[in-house]
């Protein structure tokens, strides 16, 4: 089953620009004034609307997983802020994280 998590942003249209140019993500607009960003079967709906009563953030990670994942980062990792460099981990994926426009951790994985 997908998850679709909804998220504050700072800027609609600078999350838009961020998620199809440097990450290379599809973007739509979406319902009641919001964005939703998608990779593979991966997705994220943005909104600036407060509906928390707080700044955008979170204290973990956004897990995407991605077929291709050598790929994917030798197509983003001169454009993006990335959080830490494509690697074999431990627990038997290969991935590498990324920070967003709006200071959110993205980590894009692929089982070895």
């Not at 700044?55 to 980062?73: E, K």
Request: net charge negative; with cysteine.
């Amino acid at each position: 089953m997908p998850l679709s998590p909804l998220l504050r942003c700072n800027d609609l249209q600078k999350t838009r620009e961020h998620y199809r140019e440097t990450l290379g993500f599809e973007v739509a607009d979406s319902q009641q004034a919001t964005l939703t960003v998608h990779l593979d079967d991966n997705r994220i709906v943005f909104t600036e609307q407060d509906l928390w009563g707080h700044s955008p953030q979170c204290s973990g990670t956004f897990y995407f997983v991605i077929a291709d994942v050598d790929g994917y980062f030798e197509r983003v990792r001169e454009k993006a802020d990335i959080a830490w460099p494509l690697q074999d981990m431990p627990y038997g994926s290969r991935e590498f994280g990324v920070r967003d426009c709006n200071g959110y951790f993205l980590a894009f994985t692929q089982a070895r």
